[in-house]
């Protein structure tokens, strides 16, 4: 992966990789080039890093660091100029059957001529799911979210946080091994994003699901996630791969006022500053050939 | 009581004008201008019998027969131009100069190409009714919205679902917008195409009239159109509502906010 605009510096991959075949989705050497009018630019420059099967890492960088970017090849939405995105071992050259994503702009990602029911159903109505099993998928999803009263309702005649529930819904009904979530409560208010955080950190136990979460706010990423990846600006590399030890039951109160919480927030807010400032990451120095261990 | 006041503003105006009608033709002596009681006469007499298989049904039977063509290839073109981009890329100039040609100058071109026949006649009005759909699916198709096609991706939702459950509903309002104006389009052509060489159906039957100087009956034919425009304003109408509650809702909600 020679660069051509800055040689000397590429950075290495610093995200954790996996021996063998542990890893659900390996993302490897990515690189994403959008050929414009006015030039190419370079969204994201090298990204490698392994999700093992029912982890729940997030993804948080500065805005403009290429998240949904990363995201779309992932997803198989978009191909990557370089690099490869496996699923279980399976290289992604579209949306795999068993991925699904819920998207920031819940008003644009819900059918509007659809009930709330039809909305979670559809996925399985076309995968040729009998009908028991899917009424049984669609109830269980419903409830899990907490919106088995408004079956019949229409998308636009929730509030912002339901919507948002039930595209959460339809992504769980689905039964996905690996769950996408690109900046999914950016665009709700705090008190319901609190749940909604809550409400994925109870799904995600429940199902034993593998989830990539993208957000840009730090304390999103520290309360959620058992890692965070954190990217520098663009073009992006992994600027650290972060475990993060707090206790497995969290809550919005005593899980926010931990020291370790505080610690853990205030290096990933540190590492964004570093990212913005433009800062090459700990591991960037080593050459490519090497694939990074993880700088936590 | 909620259907009374309903009626009522269905019924209000047309009466109004009906008494106006009434009262200035009063005394009225013009031959051209016909009293409401004559008119009304003229209409029963010449509508309520052999006329309405002769004539009404057959143009009716034509109209429908054309514009749910029209309708047909209209969506199905448009849905193919919308998704495809060459296609689509191809095809625009050369629609944009189908559409401007005024459909009634077809008219006796199609009348040597297929001779005086129903098919004429239908084709005629396909031609015409064709393009407000074709052009508004096109539209609607390209439109769809990129999170929503994403999300339809991403749950593998391709082909005739993705056309079932995601384009034609999305493209849902644009393309009754292209169907409203379809109809009106189609009244016209019905009448024009039976205008120039024809034995039979409304515009032959008006033109008739108005040639042997049957003037009561004359516009008792116009007030048949008049009727079958206000019948199809209805149908549709009444369809959109239920095609597109969701979007009707969807805008209501977005005007509150």
Redesign the interface.
């Known amino acids: 992966m020679q660069s051509e605009t800055t040689p000397g510096t590429t950075p290495a991959p610093a995200g954790k990789t996996l021996p063998g075949n542990e890893a659900m989705l390996s993302v490897r050497n990515l690189k994403k080039v959008y050929k414009t009018d006015g030039g190419d630019i370079e969204a994201v420059r090298n990204l490698t890093f392994d999700l093992k099967a029912g982890e729940l890492a997030c993804l948080v960088g500065p805005s403009g660091s290429g998240k949904t970017t990363l995201l779309k090849c992932i997803s198989g939405l978009m191909a990557p100029t370089e690099g490869e995105v496996l699923l279980n071992g399976t290289p992604v050259s579209g949306p795999p059957k068993k991925m699904a994503v819920v998207f920031q702009e819940y008003g644009r990602s819900l059918f509007p001529w659809m009930r709330v029911r039809e909305n979670v159903e559809l996925p399985l109505k076309n995968q040729g799911v009998p009908r028991a099993e899917r009424d049984k998928l669609v109830d269980d999803a419903l409830e899990a979210v907490g919106l088995s009263h408004v079956p019949q309702s229409y998308p636009w005649q929730l509030s912002g946080g339901m919507q948002q529930r039930v595209a959460i819904a339809r992504a769980v009904a689905y039964q996905p091994e690996v769950l996408l979530m690109d900046e999914p409560f950016a665009a709700v208010d705090a008190q319901t994003r609190a749940d909604l955080e809550d409400l994925i950190r109870t799904v995600w136990r429940k199902l034993g699901v593998t989830v990539l979460f993208v957000t840009h706010d730090i304390d999103e990423s520290v309360y959620l996630g058992e890692r965070v990846i954190i990217l520098s600006s663009s073009p992006t590399v992994i600027q650290e791969d972060l475990t993060i030890d707090l206790p497995d039951e969290r809550d919005q109160l005593n899980t926010r006022s931990l020291p370790r919480f505080t610690e853990l927030r205030h290096h990933v807010y540190e590492q964004i500053q570093l990212a913005k400032q433009g800062h090459s990451p700990a591991a960037a120095v080593q050459t490519d050939s090497s694939a990074g261990s993880g700088a936590a | 009581m909620r259907f009374l006041k309903t009626l009522g503003y269905l019924l209000a105006l047309p009466l109004i004008l009906v008494a106006i009608w009434w009262a200035s033709t009063l005394g009225e002596t013009n031959f051209f201008v016909p009293t409401p009681a004559l008119l009304a006469e003229a209409f029963a007499e010449t509508w309520f019998g052999e006329r309405i298989f002769s004539d009404v049904l057959p143009s009716i039977g034509r109209l429908v027969v054309g514009v749910a063509s029209a309708i047909i290839i209209g969506i199905v073109a448009g849905l193919l131009i919308g998704s495809v981009k060459w296609l689509r890329d191809l095809t625009e100039p050369v629609l944009e100069f189908f559409r401007a040609i005024p459909p009634p100058v077809l008219v006796p071109v199609l009348m040597l190409l297929m001779g005086i026949t129903d098919g004429m006649k239908v084709a005629v009005i396909i031609s015409g009714c064709v393009w407000p759909v074709l052009l508004n699916t096109i539209e609607g198709v390209r439109a769809i919205?990129g999170?929503?096609s994403?999300?339809a991706?991403?749950?593998?939702?391709h082909g005739w679902?993705r056309i079932k459950?995601?384009v034609l509903?999305?493209a849902?309002p644009q393309i009754m917008a292209g169907i409203r104006q379809c109809l009106s389009i189609g009244l016209i052509l019905m009448v024009i195409s039976e205008m120039f060489a024809s034995s039979s159906g409304l515009g032959f039957t008006i033109v008739q009239f108005q040639r042997s100087f049957a003037i009561p009956e004359m516009w008792s034919g116009i007030v048949v159109l008049g009727l079958i425009g206000v019948a199809l304003s209805f149908i549709f109408q009444w369809t959109e509502r239920r095609v597109l509650r969701?979007?009707h809702?969807?805008r209501e909600?977005?005007n509150a906010v």
Do not use: K
């Not at chain 2, 991706?153 to 939702?157: A, P, R």
């Open positions: 919205d999170v929503l994403d999300s991706h991403t749950y593998g939702i679902a459950y995601l509903p999305s849902g969701w979007y809702g969807l909600v977005e």
